[in-house]
C-alpha cells in the first residue's frame, strides 16, 4: 500500500482539460515575450485567458506553511530558479525567463512549465535551455509500467550533468491530480531502480531545474523567489503526464 492516488479514464480527462488550457495559456504567453514587457503583464494575461477558458488560476491562493501565493503564474528571470512573482520588473534582451503556471479545471489539475528567451541569447544560454527540456523528455521517457520513480529522476540527471549542467535538488516534481501536489516526490536526481513502481493511471508533473554553475539555492526574502547561490542561470521545464498501458501520455502538450 503507499498513498499514490491511480486516475480513472474520466479524472484523467478532467486532467486533460486543464493541462489543455496550460498548454494554450503557455504558448500564447511565447509569443509575448519580448524586451519591454513587464513580468506582470504576463500574469494579467494569463489569469484573463485561464478564466475566459473556464478554468481556475491553481497557484493563486496557495499555501505553504503560512505564506499564501496571490498570483496566476511563476515568473523566474535568469538566476531565478523557480517561484518568482510577477513585477513590474521589465524584461530586456537577453534575460531567460521561466514560466511555471497551474490550472483547475472540474477540481483537476494541470501544471507545466517553460523557460524562453528574450530576444538574442549566447549559444551556451540556448544550450541550457535545450539540455533542460530534453533531459525533461529524457525522464518522461522513463515513465512506463513496471520502472520505478527515480528510473525518471536518474535519467534527468544524467542528460544535464552529461552536458555539464547541474540539476536543483531543492525541489522536486510531483503527483498530481485533485490536488497540485500529490504522492509520489519525483526528484530529478538519483540511482535508478528506486521508489514507487509505476502503474497506469499514476499522473506526475515531470518538472528538471537545471543550473549552468552549481547546484545550490537559495530564497529572496519575498519568501517565495528561489535563486541559485552563485549567481548562475538556471532553466525548468515541466509536463504534466500519466503512465499508461502504451506509455507516457503528455497531458500539458498542444
Ligand atoms: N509548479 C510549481 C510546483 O509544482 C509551482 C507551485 S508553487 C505556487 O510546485 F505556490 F506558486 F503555487
Ligand atoms: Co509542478
Known amino acids: 500500500m503507499n498513498g499514490?492516488?491511480?486516475?480513472?479514464?474520466?479524472?484523467?480527462?478532467?486532467?486533460?482539460?486543464?493541462?489543455?488550457?496550460?498548454?494554450?495559456?503557455?504558448?500564447?504567453?511565447?509569443?509575448?515575450?519580448?524586451?519591454?514587457?513587464?513580468?506582470?503583464?504576463?500574469?494579467?494575461?494569463?489569469?484573463?485567458?485561464?478564466?475566459?477558458?473556464g478554468g481556475k488560476p491553481a497557484f493563486k491562493g496557495y499555501q505553504v506553511r503560512d505564506q499564501v501565493y496571490r498570483h496566476t503564474l511563476c515568473v523566474s528571470v535568469n538566476e531565478e530558479v523557480v517561484h518568482g512573482i510577477p513585477s513590474k520588473r521589465v524584461l530586456k534582451e537577453g534575460d531567460i525567463v521561466g514560466l511555471d503556471?497551474?490550472?483547475?479545471?472540474?477540481?483537476?489539475?494541470?501544471?507545466?512549465?517553460?523557460?524562453?528567451?528574450?530576444?538574442?541569447?549566447?549559444?551556451?544560454?540556448?544550450?541550457l535551455l535545450r539540455v533542460t527540456e530534453e533531459a525533461l523528455h529524457k525522464g518522461i521517457a522513463q515513465a512506463v509500467v513496471g520502472n520505478?520513480?527515480?528510473?525518471?529522476?536518474?535519467?534527468?540527471?544524467?542528460?544535464?550533468?552529461?552536458?555539464?549542467?547541474?540539476?536543483v535538488t531543492d525541489f522536486v516534481g510531483h503527483g498530481i491530480g485533485r490536488k497540485l501536489h500529490e504522492e509520489p516526490q519525483v526528484p530529478n536526481y538519483g540511482e535508478p531502480g528506486r521508489g514507487p513502481r509505476l502503474k497506469p493511471g499514476m499522473a506526475l508533473a515531470i518538472e528538471p531545474m537545471v543550473n549552468m554553475g552549481r547546484p545550490e539555492t537559495a530564497h529572496l526574502a519575498d519568501g517565495?523567489?528561489?535563486?541559485?547561490?552563485?549567481?548562475?542561470?538556471?532553466?525548468h521545464f515541466e509536463h504534466t503526464i500519466v503512465v499508461t498501458e502504451t506509455g507516457p501520455r503528455i497531458l500539458t502538450k498542444l
Do not use: N
Not at 101 to 127: C, F, M, S, W
Open 4 to 53: 499514490i492516488e491511480l486516475k480513472s479514464p474520466d479524472e484523467i480527462d478532467k486532467m486533460s482539460r486543464a493541462s489543455r488550457i496550460v498548454a494554450e495559456v503557455l504558448e500564447a504567453l511565447r509569443h509575448q515575450i519580448k524586451p519591454g514587457v513587464t513580468t506582470e503583464d504576463l500574469d494579467d494575461f494569463a489569469e484573463k485567458f485561464i478564466l475566459d477558458r
Open 101 to 127: 503556471l497551474g490550472v483547475i479545471v472540474d477540481g483537476y489539475y494541470g501544471d507545466a512549465a517553460i523557460t524562453v528567451p528574450v530576444g538574442v541569447i549566447p549559444e551556451q544560454v540556448h544550450r
Open 148 to 167: 520505478r520513480i527515480s528510473d525518471i529522476s536518474h535519467a534527468v540527471q544524467a542528460h544535464a550533468e552529461a552536458a555539464r549542467f547541474s540539476v
Open 224 to 235: 517565495w523567489t528561489a535563486v541559485t547561490r552563485d549567481g548562475s542561470l538556471s532553466a
